[in-house]
């Protein structure tokens, strides 16, 4: 059989509440050249059987279980090895694409010849429900572009790996910000993240997830700068307090714009 176009990473864990939202979100894409790779990280829910049964009738779809919770790099790592594709996008077991999603960013890549992009996305609750929040992505965006503005979001990133080497793609052993970590490798190596200003995809904000404690999300940076990057003090000072502003005002606007909802 012929290798698909689009390999389609997704890690889960714990994920029965959304995953299957998740994955119909991809079988609803305009593009049906995809194989979809789930490498679930022990889930002690009924996460590995909503996969299962949805790979009984979808031979696109496949489910990669791992022997023991290993977090949430192992785990793409893990679909990363198993991909066949040419491009490799990511998508949380979480989150969302709209259906146009893959079809308009590899027509998008294609015209620019790019081999790294990220799409914009909007901001979702935990129900679905949109915050009121969109984020749009830079025309071009490189390595200490990232540091400073901090706007690629793991949904919206797609790769071509017949322009950059696959290995570029492999997480580093991180529990937190190993995407990140990631995307500055791909930065680093020389190829900038092109933007798409269209939203084709929602980041679903989960109360008591990883990325919602932000005490912690805030250590995760300054280590990802420090540790992982080494970046000198200084630099690391001024990408953090850049990192910190932003984040106050996503905060601010959400909830902002959140409240006029509620009052209408």
């Known amino acids: 059989m012929m290798a698909p176009l689009v ?7 714990n994920s029965e509440r959304h995953i ?14 995809w194989e979809l790779l789930v490498t679930d990280d022990c889930s002690t829910d009924s996460t590995r059987e909503i996969v299962a ?22 785990a793409r790592n893990h679909s990363l090895a198993h991909a066949h594709g040419r491009y490799v996008a990511y998508l949380d077991s979480d989150d969302l694409w709209y259906p146009e999603k893959l079809e308009r960013q590899i027509a998008f890549m294609s015209d620019y010849k790019a081999a790294f992009s990220c ?4 901001v979702i609750g ?20 990232f540091l400073t503005h901090n706007l690629l979001q793991t949904v919206g990133i797609m ?17 937190r910000r190993q995407d990140a970590a990631t995307w500055l490798q791909v930065l680093k190596a020389g190829h900038n993240c092109y933007g798409l200003s269209d939203v084709l ?32 003090l200084h630099t690391s000072l001024y990408c953090f307090a850049r990192y910190a502003a ?13 409240g006029k909802k509620g009052r209408q």
């Open 246 to 258: 932003l984040a106050v005002w996503k905060r601010l606007y959400t909830e902002q714009t959140s």
């Open 53 to 74: 049964d949805i790979a009984e009738v979808d031979s696109r779809v496949h489910l990669l279980p791992l022997k023991e919770n290993s977090g949430a790099a192992a």
């Open 159 to 175: 790769a071509d790996t017949s322009r950059m080497d696959r290995k570029l793609l492999i997480m580093p052993a991180m529990r």
């Open 7 to 13: 390999s389609v990473i997704m890690p889960s864990y």
């Open 126 to 145: 935990e129900d679905g429900v949109p915050l009121g929040r969109t984020v749009r992505m830079l025309d071009k965006c490189d390595y200490m572009g």
């Open 20 to 33: 299957r939202e998740a994955i119909r979100s991809v079988q609803k894409q305009t593009l049906s050249d």
């Open 119 to 122: 799409c914009s996305y909007e």
């Open 201 to 232: 995809c929602a980041y679903r904000r989960v109360e008591g997830s990883l990325s919602s404690n932000k005490a912690k999300a805030a250590q995760g940076v300054w280590r990802l700068y420090r540790e992982v990057e080494h970046l000198p």
